[in-house]
């Protein structure tokens, strides 16, 4: 069974700084490409930042210069750190994760169950 768990939100002041991580365990073959993406109320699932394998990352245009996606392939954990945080940046944070898993080496993607992420004005 595969799991993807997050960590690390919580409520920051504007201005602030955060760093989720998420750790996926279970009988994992592969770890492919990860990513953070978010939800605010009311609103669609946006990608924030992805990172492949490789390390070559991707962020969306509102956090970039802001926000740094990293992985530890060794961890099976990828993390964001979340910088300069602004009120529009709440939202809900899931991770995400495509990999092979299993005994068959079934080829899925997972979700996290989701973390707060709040930002006061």
């Known amino acids: 069974q595969v799991r993807l768990v997050e960590s690390g939100g919580g409520l920051v002041q504007a201005g602030g700084s955060l760093r989720l991580s998420c750790a996926a365990s279970g009988n994992i073959f592969k770890l492919n490409g990860m990513g953070w993406y978010r939800q605010a109320p009311g609103k669609q699932r946006d990608m924030v930042a992805t990172?492949?394998?490789?390390?070559?990352?991707n962020y969306a245009d509102s956090v970039k210069g802001r926000f740094t996606i990293s992985r530890d392939n060794a961890k099976n954990t990828v993390y964001m750190q979340m910088n300069s945080l602004k009120p529009e940046d709440t939202a809900v944070y899931y991770c995400?994760?495509?990999?092979?898993?299993?005994?068959?080496?079934?080829?899925?993607?997972?979700w996290g169950q989701g973390t707060q992420v709040t930002v006061s004005s």
């Open positions: 990172i492949t394998t490789d390390g070559r990352t």
């Open positions: 995400n994760a495509d990999l092979i898993s299993g005994r068959y080496y079934s080829a899925r993607n997972y």
